[in-house]
């Protein structure tokens, strides 16, 4: 008898659902199957698997507000040390320069990085964790702890941007 | 048969849902057009119109819910203690609740009323008044948080309170339970012509800060409610009073002896000046400040010892009764300035007093004797009309933006909607149960929004599943727009509301802080990094400054404490983005949690009672990694020497 019931059940639902389908919410349903079986789940694996291949090079210029950066020849040493105290203040509390922490190690990041990159992983973390495929495997990397907006301004990522270069002409 | 049943619940269903594209069409036109639930659904994600501030009565607080949707946001503690938060447990708060008479952790709040600007309400603050030890807080909109609140002297509940003026020049205070004035010891049957019942006017500047300014001393009735003056009455505040019989016990009958009580007017603008140019006696007085300063994150508390008394009588023009029958409660204002409502809560009418009228009376001198040296105007030289059989108990009056009124009748539980100037009554709708307040967005003001109203009734019963014999009241929200007052929804309360307060969302929600700057931060003890964590030792008391950010405390590990000291945790949340909170607990601390908002400090204490190795953790789910949001404390025996040692990720400091 159960079954029977269930399956009136069943039935009904799929009624329903027909009857109060239209185009734009077949289109919606199937997005999300879609992000659920293949493109997530899929990317995820590849992403993880074959490190090296998605986009993990210079020329990822991530997602965010900075769509061009180039760096000047030399280093703005002004610069780099506010960039080293808004570090501390900001940031520090998960990434250290030369160990992995909460977060990656930074040693080296002006040059595994593109400049908007970094720039892009600072100012919009959120979106970046979600869709840059960088960013993606390195929240996997980091044990899942996402990275924080700390809410700076564009002038203040620059300046830690370049604190960076500095450790890394140096290092 | 139970089959059978399912079956026939699922043709049911499916026949519901196989009509549903049916009524996207009629829910346009047809009768659903004025259903009820379209009216107050406002759909996921979406944010309602209006901000509406409860008072919370009894909880000492206020809540704060959106119309017309009736979901409550959020609970904003102001006179008592808050373990959610911590407020008026965490070294920061708790002096925000201290008293000539110490520290009180409960209150009883009353009358939200928001700041104005020319008559307007302008959202910056909200003010409320607590009744049972004198006070008035100031709550600022931009964060939510109770930023400062005044113990109130000479008062005794200060029931009449916390309205301000048109431009926020005050806000006041009176004294609902005649006392001796200064406070002495006498017997209590001696009351009549020896009470007297002060009202304070609090000067607030154009930062918010409140000072009193002056105390009128009153004649010894309860001072019941008040409203101030707008457009031409700007200038003048409403009190009602009963108990002009002066009875000292069995008020229930022996307060209700005079068929009439008055309604004391106050020009403060004539009383301000005549302070201004020196008049007024300075008493003694003993009163504490409370200032909650963003910057340090800490309250600074300041004990205050004198006040200006003015005597009424010394400053010509200035105070005038108007006769008005039958106790009255409420005494409210209408949006012109004009009339007077005296809420008559022993009586089925309504006495409308007129302010020309009474200014023409006080010009003419018709007075009908004084009380106290105090002139009392004669009852028809200032009355406007009586709004006749309205109800029975009428308790307080609101108005829409149509020449409309509505009052509350407390005995037959209604709200009932007339017409000022005709005094006649349009409509009548009941309120479950017994009716107290009601409430439109700027009802008290020059530009009330005749939209919505919510009546805030005593009595629950069976407005909602059982829940034991103790209930939530009941608040109901009606659509004021046309002719005929329609109830669209029942929503709980918390506590218990004396009034409340509403304002268009956009005045507010702009303006509403999402994070507190790091950068502004200037608490003594944060430590605005990692690196500036630390522990030290003063004697047996140990400051430890500390701080996360998801997912970790820094310092997580900590030796070194013995039982017998008294650990400060400092806590700074190095977050700055938006609903980040982190929590702080650590297990067997006599006091309450910590929620630290992203760049702000907070501190409680812990007095370690036994030695061991104790845990503390965070309290709010802040991500993933919540679960591991955790450190250790070690606490050694009293009298060892267990060296101080912290840090976190193995690397330690001492």
Redesign the interface.
């Known amino acids: 008898m159960k079954l029977i019931v269930k399956i009136g059940l069943t039935l009904t639902l799929v009624f329903s659902f027909m009857a109060c389908g239209n185009s734009e919410k077949d289109e919606k349903e199937n997005i999300s199957l879609d992000d659920y079986s293949s493109e997530t789940q899929e990317k995820e694996t590849e992403v993880i698997s074959t490190p090296d291949k998605a986009g993990d090079d210079l020329s990822n210029k991530g997602i965010g507000p900075v769509k061009s950066l180039d760096f000047p020849e030399g280093i703005d040493s002004e610069m780099a040390n506010q960039g080293a105290v808004i570090f501390k203040n900001m940031c520090s509390a998960c990434h250290k320069m030369d160990k992995k922490f909460v977060g990656p190690a930074l040693v080296g990041v002006t040059q595994r990085r593109s400049p908007e990159w970094i720039m892009n992983m600072i100012l919009n973390p959120e979106e970046m964790i979600k869709k840059d495929p960088i960013a993606k495997r390195l929240m996997v990397e980091s044990n899942m702890a996402i990275m924080a907006d700390q809410g700076l301004k564009e002038d203040e990522a620059r300046s830690i941007v370049e604190y960076f270069r500095q450790y890394d002409a140096e290092n | 048969m139970?089959?059978i049943k399912?079956?026939i619940a699922?043709?049911v269903?499916?026949a519901?849902?196989?009509s549903?594209?049916q009524n996207k069409e009629g829910e346009k036109s047809g009768a659903m057009a004025s259903s009820a639930a379209e009216k107050v659904y406002v759909s996921p994600g979406e944010h309602d119109e209006y901000y509406a501030f409860l008072s919370g009565g009894y909880s000492g607080n206020i809540t704060v819910y959106g119309l017309p949707s009736g979901r409550m946001l959020k609970e904003i503690p102001v006179f008592s203690q808050f373990p959610t938060n911590g407020y008026g447990y965490s070294e920061e708060t708790k002096d925000m609740l201290k008293t000539s008479f110490g520290m009180v952790p409960w209150g009883d709040a009353h009358h939200p009323d928001i700041s104005q600007t020319n008559g307007e309400l302008d959202g910056r603050w909200i003010f409320i008044n607590e009744n049972n030890t004198p006070r008035i807080a100031r709550i600022s909109l931009e964060t939510f948080e109770t930023e400062e609140i005044i113990e109130i002297p000479h008062s005794a509940g200060n029931h009449s309170s916390s309205y301000v003026t048109e431009n926020t020049e005050y806000v006041v205070a009176g004294t609902r339970f005649s006392v001796p004035y200064p406070q002495k010891d006498m017997p209590i049957n001696e009351m009549k012509g020896n009470f007297k019942g002060p009202l304070t006017f609090i000067a607030v500047d154009d930062k918010g800060h409140m000072e009193i300014d002056f105390q009128l001393d009153m004649p010894g009735f309860n001072y019941d409610l008040s409203h101030p003056g707008r457009g031409d009455s700007h200038g003048w505040f409403f009190f009602t009073t009963y108990n002009t019989e002066e009875a000292h016990t069995m008020q229930e009958v022996n307060a209700s002896q005079n068929d009439k009580d008055f309604i004391a007017a106050v020009n403060w603008k004539k009383i301000s000046e005549y302070v201004e140019n020196g008049g007024g006696q300075k008493m003694e007085a003993e009163y504490v400040h409370n200032v909650f300063d963003h910057s340090t994150q800490t309250t600074v508390s300041t004990t205050k010892n004198e006040v200006l008394r003015v005597d009424p009588r010394q400053v010509p023009g200035a105070v005038f009764f108007m006769p008005t029958p039958k106790s009255p409660h409420g005494c409210d204002v209408d949006p012109s300035g004009e009339y007077i409502i005296g809420n008559g809560k022993l009586s089925s009418d309504l006495t409308v007093h007129s302010f020309s009228k009474m200014l023409k009376a006080i010009e003419n001198k018709e007075f009908d004797g004084e009380a106290y040296g105090i002139p009392i105007l004669s009852f028809e030289s200032t009355l406007a009309g009586i709004v006749k059989n309205a109800g029975l108990g009428p308790l307080h009056t609101e108005f829409d933006d149509k020449g409309n009124a509505y009052t509350t009748f407390f005995i037959s539980s209604e709200a009932v909607k007339w017409k000022l100037g005709t005094w006649e009554v349009l409509d009548r709708e009941p309120s479950y149960y017994s009716v107290g307040h009601l409430m439109i967005p700027g009802g008290n003001s020059r530009k009330p929004e005749g939209k919505y109203m919510i009546t805030l009734n005593k009595i629950t019963k069976d407005r909602y599943l059982p829940t034991g014999p103790e209930l939530e009241h009941s608040a109901q929200l009606f659509d004021i727009s046309g002719d005929k007052m329609e109830l669209l929804l029942d929503f709980p309360t918390h506590g218990e509301p004396h009034y409340a307060a509403a304002i268009k969302a956009d005045k507010i929600k702009e303006n509403s802080k999402k994070?507190y700057r790091?950068?502004e931060n200037k608490h003594k003890y944060a430590a605005?990094?990692?690196?500036e964590t630390k522990m030290v030792r003063d004697g047996n008391e140990v400051h430890v400054s500390m701080?996360t950010?998801?997912?970790?405390f820094?310092p997580d590990n900590l030796e070194g404490i013995h039982v017998g000291d008294k650990v400060y945790f400092h806590v700074t949340n190095?977050?700055?983005?938006f609903d980040?909170p982190h929590g702080f607990s650590v297990i067997g601390a006599n006091t309450s949690e910590l929620l630290i908002m992203p760049g702000q400090t907070k501190t409680i204490t812990w007095e370690p009672k036994k030695p061991g190795i104790w845990p503390f953790y965070c309290t709010d789910f802040c991500?993933?990694?919540h679960q591991e949001m955790q450190g250790y404390i070690r606490v050694s025996p009293k009298g060892s020497n267990t060296p101080m040692k912290w840090g976190l990720?193995d690397e330690y400091k001492s």
């Not at chain 2, 605005?528 to 690196?531: I, T, V």
């Open positions: 139970k089959p399912n079956i699922a043709l269903l499916m519901s849902f196989t549903c594209n994070i790091l950068d605005l990094n990692e690196s701080t950010v998801r997912s970790h820094a190095l977050e700055q983005d980040v991500s993933a990694l990720d």
